[in-house]
């Protein structure tokens, strides 16, 4: 079993960043892609960023690309969301889940998950 805890949400104003956290326990990330998904008040949830093992097979929403960076550090069982210049757009409870194997977008095929941070972003 995997455990997942999210933090580094909050309010930050649009052009702002924020950097958002995944640590595991319960075992290590060996072996785990590890992503980022969120779900805005009245749409559905949808994929943000992810990383498989080893750092390869790196994916980003185009909505995000150029701005978001996941990077992951092994020794400390932690998956990162670096968001720069936020727009209210971004405005969304922002989850992490893990899986055995490649990089999904469909958040079906994800066995953990953490239970969300909010990162709210004011114009």
């Known amino acids: 079993q995997v455990q997942l805890l999210e933090s580094g949400g909050g309010l930050v104003q649009a052009g702002g960043s924020l950097r958002l956290s995944c640590a595991a326990s319960?075992?290590?990330?060996?072996?785990?892609?590890v992503v980022w998904f969120r779900q805005a008040p009245g749409k559905e949830r949808e994929f943000v960023s992810g990383?498989?093992?080893?750092?390869?097979?790196?994916l980003y929403a185009d909505s995000v690309k150029g701005r978001f960076t996941i990077f992951r550090d092994n020794a400390k069982n932690t998956v990162h969301l670096q968001m720069d210049s936020l727009k209210p757009d971004d405005t969304a409870v922002y989850y992490c889940?893990?899986?055995?194997?490649?990089?999904?977008?469909?958040?079906?095929?994800?066995?953990?998950w953490g239970q969300g941070t909010q990162v709210t972003v004011s114009s």
């Open positions: 889940a893990a899986r055995v194997g490649l990089v999904d977008v469909r958040g079906n095929f994800y066995d953990y």
């Open positions: 990383m498989g093992w080893g750092g390869a097979n790196v």
């Open positions: 319960g075992r290590t990330f060996s072996g785990y892609s």
